[in-house]
């Protein structure tokens, strides 16, 4: 075997072997053989790489998803960051996203605490990707102002890269605000109670907007792509003028909004 094969044929060798779950006896013999151990036994110098890949990812984890961390446990979560990693090895040298299948995992296990965890992970993960988005263009709230009562018509809002809309059963949006304020009560999990939220950015702010069931269903058939016009109707007779105008102004501000198109 040429030196090249043979340094891939090492790499590939050790990548299994960090990556792994576990050593095993074959394992050992095999690090005896390939591994200069020195003082240190060779299965003990790749459990020592092992072990720091595993702490690594959990880390990143942990990053993402602190609120979670801090309603679960420390050592439940990251009990439960082990066994997604077995499951869902890195797929990319960068960590950035590697956090993404996080909430579907949580939702797919068998404990009680599933729904809410993997609704607070979501909302996590939605600040996460906020944080990573492309801003782009920002709508001015005058625009809105210059459209003509037939180009409202045809008038269709583009959403912000940076914009996620949640319809939860728990309310993590309190939750996760309780525990940015240094209030939320360890290993307690938020309350079954129905809600919405809006995460955004403009600049370098994040925004966490909780948002009441009927504008939150307004909100979620602009961002389908119905025309202005036909949305305000729809919604007209459950929310009074000012209620409309008041949450425009703020999905506005926030920059939940790119831009607004007029079809012809």
Known sequence: MSAPSLLAALQHWLFDRVTEPAGSDADALAASEM???GSLPAADRVEVYRSGYVARLVECLEDDYPALR???GAGPFAQLCRGFIRENPPASPSLNYYGAPFAGYCAARPERWRVPASELAQLEWALVEAIHAEEGERLDIDRLAQLSPEQWSRARLVPSPALRLLTTSCAVAEHYQAFQEGNAVPEQWPAA??????????GEDVWRVRISPTPAQLLASLLAGTPLLAALERFSTQLAPEELQGAFRDWVSCGMFA???CEP
């Open 35 to 37: 591994v200069v151990s």
């Open 193 to 202: 109670e129905p809600g919405a939220v809006a995460v955004c950015r403009r």
């Open 70 to 72: 801090h309603a679960l």
């Open 259 to 261: 831009a607004v198109v």
